[in-house]
């Protein structure tokens, strides 16, 4: 009624949440469904991601520092791994800095 009026901004900044998804098989076969082990999720710090996989042995058969590449089932000989389960370590840290592990197994069906 005064003729006064108010504006008020503030930014605000929203954090994104760090999740990862990590499937629990995998099925190498080529028929483009579900053919590569691969680890997705929201707020991860690419510069500092490692995956590897591990042989019954312990042996590490395959390892990546890019979120964007996958596992495609091969050992280090270039030929499929034969079915059954395989462990693998995932270390990464969120967009905070806050170092994150994972580790469990991944089970090959072809």
């Not at 900044?13 to 998804?21: N, R």
Request: charged letters at 25%; proline letters at 3%.
């Amino acid at each position: 009624s005064y003729s006064c009026s108010d504006t008020s901004m503030k930014m605000v900044k929203v954090k994104e949440e760090f999740t990862l998804y990590i499937p629990t098989a995998f099925s190498p076969d080529g028929d483009n469904i579900n053919d590569e082990f691969k680890i997705v999720g929201n707020g991860i710090d690419l510069d500092s991601y490692l995956m590897q996989v591990y042989d019954k042995w312990g042996e590490v058969i395959f390892e990546s520092k890019d979120l964007y590449h996958p596992w495609d089932g091969k050992g280090k000989s270039g030929k499929y791994v034969q079915n059954g389960a395989y462990r693998y370590l995932v270390i990464c840290k969120d967009n905070n800095g806050k170092e994150h592990t994972r580790t469990g197994n991944v089970n090959v069906i072809r």
